[in-house]
């Protein structure tokens, strides 16, 4: 079967009507994806500040919790193209209906992980490398803040309802608020209740159960106006709603573990290569890290403008949409390429002064530099197919993407190769990935419509 012909080039109102778009909903995307790392940073300034055993332990327990979170992203991803295609379809009581199964998921997953975190964190603790005088902290640290999961989840859930509904500026507006309640508790119950690192965990429970007050607060209401007579069914948990959550979610959770397996390797192999060149990896990660927030912004629009669009029955203007993206993503991915060869010379002295970490760090921040592009086009059709619902060519694409990545990224110690190797085979990594999506954008597969896929 012949793919079908690219779509006509939109008239230039068209063009001007999704960048207006575009911006509305990826400008405020990027403020709460920004704010959402400020909670661990503004943890550890302060407890920094009560020794460095507590601060080692913070660091193990902050990056077991943010892993125990993030693998359940799909929570946000799934829920936002659901959402957005009953928004397209004209049926908000269903949009929200769909939004509350996601939620009930995000509540029964996140006691699933309290009732595994909480006796195993001792020996989590150990597994992940804490010393003998850290683990004592990295234990409470995660026990504690392990009563937060819930909310969390919550929290990644109801904002997928209102990214689905096109508002992408309250959750930026709710992760300033949490972010701002957080660095207040931590500072009262750090140092005034004299709570120590305990109380760092518990202002952050406190904060992440507020923010998912106020997004059940918001739903609530939400129901009450498009369902007067009815609401309460709306917020009652529906088995076969939350199971068809799931089954939606296991290809983007598939994905996702996929992606930091991926990431999980190539800290593995930086660390084979030496001191220098693990810290210099770790450097590098950070920019990576940072500018992907920019991008997923773009892809988080996509995922919103795709499905409403879709549910909506408008083919062509998915296309249209898409192939703007794709513009916005090459352009941005450029733009930021040029930021960082720019900016190459101040970053080596803002992180290290061992001139070794800055020389190893200068030659890999060009390879990221040059990725950028790729990486652009590569975020934004991610977001596009997760609007359409084809998660399981996304899951398959990404296990495809990490077989071929972890024997080229593996063999850089044995070919005598150093970290700019290991990143240029991150390089391929994203190539792969563009190719695997590039395909499936052309073959016009994704463009399903309707209220449901």
Same mark, same amino acid.
């Given at each position: ?223 009450? *106006?498009? &369902? ?7 917020? %009652?948990?529906?088995? +076969? =709603?939350?199971? #068809?959550? /799931? !089954? @939606? ?47 997923? *912004?773009? &892809? ?7 499905? %409403?669009?879709?549910? +909506? =029955?408008?083919? #062509?203007? /998915? !296309? @249209? ?47 990221? *530099?040059? &990725? ?15 609007? #359409? ?65």
């Amino acid at each position: 079967m012949p793919a079908p012909r690219e779509p006509a080039r939109p008239p230039a109102s068209a063009r001007r009507r999704h960048d207006r778009e575009i911006v509305a909903l990826a400008l405020p995307a990027f403020g709460a994806l920004v704010a959402e790392p400020l909670f661990v940073m503004v943890d550890s300034a302060v407890v920094g500040h009560l020794g460095t055993a507590q601060l080692a332990g913070l660091g193990v327990a902050a990056a077991l919790l943010t892993t125990a979170v993030n693998v359940f992203v799909f929570l946000a991803y799934a829920t936002t193209a659901a959402v957005a295609r009953r928004v397209g379809a004209g049926d908000l009581p269903a949009a929200l209906r769909q939004g509350m199964d996601g939620i009930w998921l995000a509540l029964l997953i996140g006691a699933l992980v309290i009732a595994a975190v909480l006796p195993a964190a001792p020996g989590l603790a150990d597994l992940f490398g804490a010393s003998p005088t850290a683990a004592p902290y990295a234990s409470d640290y995660l026990r504690i803040s392990s009563l937060g999961i819930p909310a969390m989840l919550v929290v990644l859930a109801a904002t997928g309802v209102l990214r689905g509904l096109q508002d992408t500026r309250t959750p930026l507006y709710v992760a300033v608020a949490g972010f701002t309640a957080n660095a207040l508790l931590n500072a009262t119950l750090v140092y005034g209740a004299g709570l120590g690192i305990a109380g760092s965990a518990w202002g952050t429970v406190i904060a992440q159960n507020g923010m998912a007050a106020v997004y059940l607060a918001m739903v609530v209401r939400g129901a009450r *106006a498009q &369902a007067p007579g009815t609401w309460r069914s709306m917020l %009652r948990p529906d088995a +076969a =709603g939350i199971r #068809a959550c /799931a !089954r @939606a979610g296991v290809p983007l959770l598939v994905r996702t573990i996929s992606l930091r397996a991926v990431l999980m390797i190539a800290t593995a192999v930086a660390a084979r290569l030496g001191d220098t060149e693990i810290a210099a990896h770790q450097i590098t990660l950070t920019v990576w890290s940072l500018l992907a927030f920019a991008l997923d *912004a773009i &892809a988080i629009a996509g995922q919103a403008i795709i499905g %409403r669009c879709l549910g +909506a =029955g408008d083919a #062509a203007g /998915a !296309r @249209a949409a898409c192939t703007r993206m794709m513009q916005w993503g090459l352009m941005c991915g450029a733009a930021l390429g040029l930021l960082v060869v720019l900016a190459r010379p101040l970053v080596g002295p803002l992180f290290s002064s061992d001139p070794a970490v800055r020389h190893a760090l200068g030659a890999a921040l060009l390879v990221v *530099a040059v &990725a950028q592009p790729v990486c652009g086009v590569v975020f934004v059709l991610d977001g596009v197919l997760m609007g #359409a619902g084809d998660g399981p060519y996304l899951a398959g694409s990404m296990l495809v993407t990490l077989a071929v990545f972890a024997p080229v990224a593996c063999a850089v110690p044995a070919a005598g190769g150093g970290l700019t190797a290991l990143w240029w085979a991150m390089g391929l990594m994203m190539l792969t990935r563009l190719a695997a999506l590039w395909l499936r954008s052309r073959s016009g597969r994704w463009v399903v419509t309707g209220a449901s896929r």
